[in-house]
């Protein structure tokens, strides 16, 4: 029999492992057990990215389930896991997977790896999560790129991977019938302890969905358009990505085949950026807790524990940073631009520690990546590879005015501030005796004073960075 072990890969359609795992069954004439391994590690925290995955993961099962195909469901640290799967199925041939190459995921996949090797039993890992995997794209030296566009142009010179059909999905492949342990109580209380729910749009059918509905509202006028929050006219599939509903393949390989066009040309930059900050973590595993360059490992930045509730609970003063804080805290999501604008604030002017706006991202974002996430963040508070220069310090208040012009979408999520005109709410402090005088609005009574001033703020950015 052969094991065909899931992680964040929760689809059928374009699923490298799946695909290997059947062909070789059936040229072998070997059943298929497909395993699911839920490890505490990964669920000790409650986050709305986990609570959003065993929903996906329910909606994977119950998928099967109708084609008359289960899981084996195990719960426990993944090698102790496999060692009781392999002592309780002595006749397994073959274990199929899709590789994780950074991180805590990397290192479990070499454990079992070596564990397998070492029991005799056959691998066939797949690399499947991104285009080109960590390894796949490097200078004529052989080390990795550190900057962007040459990687992107070296990226953008290599095959991709094609799509892969339809699987051949019969329920007589699969073993269907299994003897649980006591663990099982343990498989249940995960699902059963899910605080959000997000039924509406799970499962690959929606993903694909999405991705039809992006190609025709979003795609020809991304370039334009996507940095606009209110209009959300960006893709909308990184939650997706993350659990594995879509296959990165199945994506690229829509867009590239559509006319040529600029927003089609920024959204493959996208994609490739996901590939180059995978690269980036898998070469510095210990980016998790350190900046990337070097000189900027000991800035004294500031601890400020009122400043970092407030700016966690979207109560700084500065309409654009609260609407996006509490669109995060309410959905799960952030628009792209607004992450961008958010942890410039947090590191730039209220002085605080690229690392707890991550880990706070880290708890609260649908689609959280690690890779990206961490680079994004180190990237914004110009720590990170190929970051922004330091002296580019967002203010808050023209990224304001720029994106959010009619300040709809601040008025989306704090509505308190919806009868504010959109020239005064950017800044409704500055213009307070006008908002007073002219449409009776106390705007003390209904919103909080901003915490810093931004240009002084700034200034002291400037000389943090400086002194390195």
Known sequence: MNILWIRNDLRLRDNKSLHNCILDSISSNEKIMIVFIIDPYLIKVNSFSNDYFFIALNYFKNNLSKKGINIYFMYGEPLNQFEILVNKYPDIKKVYFNLSERGYGLKRDNQIIKFLKNKNI??????DKH??????????????YCVFTPYFNSWLKKEKPASLPWPDIKKELFINEFNYDESLKQVNNVFKNIKHTFTSDVGEDKALLQLDKFILNGITNYDKYRDIPELNLTSNLSKYLTTGEISI???????????????????????????????????????????????????????????LRK????????PIIDAAMTQLNNTGFMHNRLRMVVASFLTKDLLINWQEGEKYFANKLIDYDSASNINNWQWASSVGTDACPYFRIFNPLSQSKKFDPSGNFIKEFLPNLKDIPSKYIHCPFEYKDVLKEKYG????????????NHKDQRIKALNLFKEK
Not at 131 to 144: M, P, R
Not at 441 to 452: G, T
């Open 122 to 127: 056959k691998i066939r890992p797949s690399y």
């Open 311 to 318: 700016w966690k609970e979207g109560k700084t003063g500065f």
């Open 441 to 452: 609005i106390e705007i003390e009574k209904i919103y909080w004073k901003p915490i810093v």
């Open 131 to 144: 285009l080109h995997s960590a390894n796949e794209i490097k200078k004529k030296d052989g080390s990795y």
């Open 249 to 307: 393949k199945t994506i690229y390989n829509r867009i590239s085949s559509l006319p040529n066009s600029q927003g089609k040309n920024e959204f493959i930059k996208e994609l490739a950026w996901r590939d180059f900050y995978n690269m980036i973590y898998h070469f510095n595993p210990n980016i998790y807790k350190e900046a990337f360059q070097s000189k900027y490992r000991d800035l004294e930045w500031q601890k400020n524990e009122d400043f």
